[in-house]
Structures are given as structure tokens and as C-alpha cells.
């Protein structure tokens, strides 16, 4: 049996080199078309970190399912229908009218307004106990004028500089009704923008950005002219019996399917209820694809047997499905970062990001399963040490570069395809039968565990598990290079295949590496 496994052994090496990134490719999703909606979010504001874990695991999960074989669309949810867009964009008009009072007041250009007004929010931030109302005015006004139904924080001063920069105060003479129209359009549009790019940065780029709004828009041509997303998925609940209308309002059966209490859809007054918008929206997704799964936070528990019994009644049972997310806690050096809500101290997901960067990020956020909440550590993440999993995992990788390098006389070179680096230093017909070493073993066993590892990832839509993996192999990578010299071994056949060795074992990093969305840096 040793030989056997020697043989299967070598046989992994070639197949790892041969295929490169399309190892362990497999088709146990058999093409299954599916759609993973993975953030939604307001856009009233910047993503906190809770959005970001969800874009990491859920970009991290779908590349794995497409790795497995899966047919896999990505989309991000945009919830800009109802009040809170009112409120957001009321919030910019009230600052946008202060900045120009101010202005008037003090004399001052619009940075110099703008950090004023910034200021008096930063001092009422500070003054807890509210006994020094003198010091913020404007913020107590800006509440007090907005019923306490608005966004206090900084940014939305920021956003009505802006506007204030690129039109002067020309919405200072129009109606409200007007500026808030103009600023909520034009302010839901940067978060937008700005949700867009951070996501783009974090290596997360989805096929269809969903404005909830649209579902609610009517056709003006083809098939469905004259009718909504809601109207359609409306008919065909009323078509299955499953509508009815009391005390004005109008209800969805979802007793009949098991839910504990029916629910309602349009209320008496005619609003469309929050659960509406989640009918239509669910009844789109099943014209497009076959299999749905939705990514919510915990706090969403309860919601998600109303769905289920819509997807049922609307005609598709078992293909819905939902992974709850545990939240993220955010520490620095091991003490928790107190937020608040009246700092409106949140840390965002950019700054996020911005301090600790894209690779470390990601990873942290996706290694540990998605209802397993994780304690983040900003200063532990940053560290460059081997204490570190992102650097552990990732240097282990620029270390096989340098060795492919040194051996092919390309030391001092960067961002070299490395691919072609090996071949120069490893023969077409090496022969890996000399390798013997149980460390050398060890690697190659754990290479040959890549394949199932997929497959069941994705069965189980456990990305986190290829976190694990990259550390274990790093791990007996690095074994391997303390026990086995690789340039230093005279035999010139043992260098060639340990050379091999070492470029099947970058290539599985660099392609765990990739199904997880972060770099394999080639130096570090």
C-alpha cells in the first residue's frame, strides 16, 4: 500500500500543477441556478461592519458553490422604499439650511460652517447629561425641528457641504418639499455609490444591485404592461386561494402553511406593509433562478417562516432558503469599542477597510461560521507576526515565490507569472518518486482533502472552513520547509521535486486564497 499511496500522492502534484486554479473544480451543484442576495442595506448612510461580514461570507460562499459547480447570481438588496428616505432626506435639508445660517451668522466660508456645525454635534456628543445647551444649539435644534426622525451623524453635514459646494445656496429658495426631493435623490445616490465601490474594494462585486422601489413600479410594455412585481405576485397568491380581505385591510393566508398568525399586506389606509415589499421581491427572484438563499442577520429570526410560507404558497416549496449571520464585536487590544447612538460613534465598514485593509478583513470576517458571532480585534488583525492568520496563510505563499525565484535565477523580479517561473526550474518529467520525507507526506495528503472540501463547503454553505484548510496547509508547509532543505539538498532530482512540491502546494494556497477573495501576494 505505500507505493499506492506514494503513487496517488505523486499523482495530486501533477494534477494541482496541470490544473492550476481550476483544482478541485467539481459539478456536484450540476448547474442548479441560484441566487444568493447577500447584504441589504438603507441607503441613508455609510455600511456598518455587520453588512460587511455579510459581503464577505456571502461573496466567499458564492464563489465556492461556483467553484462546486453551482450556477450562482449575486445580489445586493437596496431597501429605498418607505420613511426612512424621507427622513434622510429631510436630515440633509435641515443641516444644508443650518450651514448657510451659520454662514450668515459667523461670517464663515462653507468648510468653515461646516466644521462649526460639526463641532456643535461633536459637543453635544460630549455632553451626556445635556447641561451645557449652550454649547449645541444647532444639534438640539436640528432634532427638536425634525421631531427627533432623523440622521444625526457627521456625514449627512458633510453631505449637505457638498451640496452647498456644487449649487451654492440655490435650495435655500425653493419649498421643502423640493429640497428634501432633490437631496434625498441626489444623497441616495452617493450611499449607493459609495456602497458600490467599498464593496468593489473588499473584492465583492454583485450581478444585480435590487431597488426595492422597482417592485412596485408598473410595466410599460411587454408581457406584464400595466401591472408591478407586487400587482403580479398579488394575482397569483389570490389565484391559490390564498387572500382575503378584513377590517379594510388586505391579508395573506400563511396560517394555511404553518406560519402562527396571517399577515397582513396592505393596511387599511392603503400602505403597503414591509412583508409586501418581501412577497414581490421574492416572487421576482423565482422568474430568474431556481434555488434562492437569503443571508439576514439574526435579529431576523422571526421573519423567516413568513417568507417560507410565501415562497410555498407562490409555488416554490423547498427552494428558499435562509443563513442567519451573527454580528461582529468589534474590540481594540481585547476591550470592547463602546458604540453609541447618540455619538453615533458606529464604527463603518470603510474605516474598517481603511485601517486594517482588504485581505485581513475579509478573512477575519469569514473564519468562523456564519451563526458563530466574531470578536474582532483591529490591532491583532493588523499585526505582521505569525500569530496572525491572514499573514501566517499568505506568507507562506510569498515564501514559495522567493524559492521559485531563487532557483530560476529571477531573485530580485516582482509580479512574475509564476507558473512560468516554475517550469524553468522544474523539469516537464520531474520525478517525485524520491520524495519519502513524512513531511513531504503530510502536504500532499492534505492537498488530496481539496476536492471533498469544496464539495462539501458548499453543501453545507460553510466557506469558514477554508480558512482552516489555508492555515493547515500553510502550517505543514512550514513543517515541511524546517525539515526538508530545498535549494541547500545536493540531489539534484530531490530539488526538482521538492521544487514541485513546493509549486503545487502554492498554487492550492493561492487558489483557497482566491475562493475566500483575497490576494496571494508573491512577496511580503
Not at 139 to 146: C, I, N, Q, V
Not at 186 to 191: D, I, Q, R, S, V
Not at 194 to 207: I, K
Not at 325 to 349: A, H
Request: with cysteine; glycine share 8%.
Amino acid at each position: 500500500t505505500f507505493s499506492l499511496n506514494a503513487a496517488a500522492n505523486n499523482a495530486i502534484l501533477d494534477v494541482a500543477r496541470k490544473e492550476g486554479m481550476d483544482f478541485a473544480k467539481s459539478n456536484v451543484g450540476q448547474g442548479l441556478k441560484t441566487q444568493v442576495e447577500f447584504v441589504s442595506a438603507n441607503p441613508v448612510g455609510p455600511m456598518h461592519v455587520g453588512h460587511g461580514r455579510w459581503a464577505a461570507l456571502g461573496d466567499s460562499l458564492c464563489r465556492v458553490m461556483s467553484h462546486a459547480g453551482y450556477d450562482i447570481q449575486r445580489e445586493f438588496y437596496i431597501n429605498d422604499h418607505g420613511s426612512q428616505m424621507d427622513v434622510f432626506g429631510n436630515s440633509i435639508s435641515y443641516r444644508y439650511m443650518q450651514l448657510i445660517e451659520i454662514m450668515e451668522k459667523e461670517g464663515l466660508d462653507i468648510d468653515g460652517a461646516r466644521d462649526f456645525l460639526a463641532q456643535d454635534r461633536d459637543n453635544f456628543v460630549q455632553d451626556e447629561a445635556d447641561e451645557h445647551l449652550d454649547s449645541h444649539p444647532y444639534m438640539d435644534a436640528f432634532t427638536e425641528g425634525l421631531g427627533g426622525n432623523a440622521y444625526g451623524g457627521t456625514y449627512i453635514i458633510d453631505e449637505a457641504a457638498a451640496f452647498y459646494k456644487k449649487d451654492g445656496d440655490k435650495w435655500a429658495h425653493v419649498t421643502d418639499e423640493e429640497r428634501m426631493l432633490y437631496f434625498r435623490e441626489e444623497g441616495y445616490a452617493k450611499m449607493v455609490e459609495n456602497m458600490r465601490q467599498l464593496c468593489h474594494d473588499v473584492r465583492c462585486d454583485f450581478d444585480k444591485w435590487f431597488s426595492e422601489r422597482t417592485v412596485y413600479i408598473k410595466d410599460t410594455e411587454g408581457e406584464h404592461a400595466g401591472t408591478s412585481a407586487v400587482d403580479r405576485a398579488f394575482a397569483k397568491l389570490d389565484e391559490m386561494g390564498y387572500l382575503y380581505n378584513k377590517d379594510g385591510a388586505l391579508w395573506f393566508r400563511s396560517t394555511d402553511l404553518g406560519d402562527d398568525k396571517d399577515r397582513v399586506l396592505v393596511k387599511a389606509n392603503g400602505e403597503y406593509t414591509y412583508f409586501a415589499s418581501d412577497v414581490a421581491y421574492h416572487w421576482d427572484k423565482f422568474q430568474r433562478v431556481d434555488h434562492v438563499i437569503d443571508i439576514w442577520g439574526c435579529d431576523h429570526h422571526g421573519y423567516i417562516n413568513r417568507v417560507r410560507c410565501v415562497c410555498d404558497a407562490l409555488g416554490y416549496p423547498g427552494q428558499f432558503e435562509v443563513l442567519l449571520g451573527q454580528f461582529v464585536n468589534l474590540l481594540r487590544n481585547g476591550k470592547p469599542i463602546r458604540m453609541s447612538k447618540r455619538k453615533g460613534t458606529m464604527v463603518t465598514f470603510q474605516e474598517l477597510v481603511d485601517e486594517v485593509g482588504a485581505d485581513a478583513t475579509r478573512y477575519t470576517l469569514i473564519s468562523r461560521s456564519s451563526n458563530q458571532a466574531i470578536d474582532f480585534d483591529i490591532e491583532a488583525v493588523k499585526e505582521k507576526s505569525q500569530n496572525n492568520p491572514v499573514y501566517y496563510v499568505q506568507y507562506a505563499h510569498a515564501r514559495i515565490c522567493k524559492l521559485l525565484r531563487d532557483a530560476s535565477g529571477h531573485s530580485g523580479e516582482d509580479n512574475l507569472d509564476m507558473d512560468a517561473v516554475a517550469a524553468e526550474c522544474i523539469p516537464a518529467d520531474v520525478d517525485l518518486s524520491v520524495l519519502t520525507d513524512p513531511s513531504e507526506f503530510a502536504l500532499m495528503r492534505k492537498m488530496s482533502e481539496f476536492g471533498d472540501l469544496i464539495a462539501l463547503a458548499a453543501r453545507d454553505r460553510a466557506p469558514f472552513r477554508l480558512t482552516h484548510y489555508a492555515q493547515d496547509l500553510a502550517s505543514l508547509f512550514h513543517q515541511f520547509y524546517t525539515n526538508c532543505p530545498v535549494l541547500k539538498v545536493e540531489d539534484e532530482k530531490l530539488k526538482q521535486a521538492r521544487l514541485a512540491l513546493c509549486d503545487a502546494t502554492r498554487i492550492v494556497l493561492s487558489t483557497t486564497l482566491g475562493i475566500l477573495g483575497i490576494s496571494s501576494p508573491q512577496r511580503m
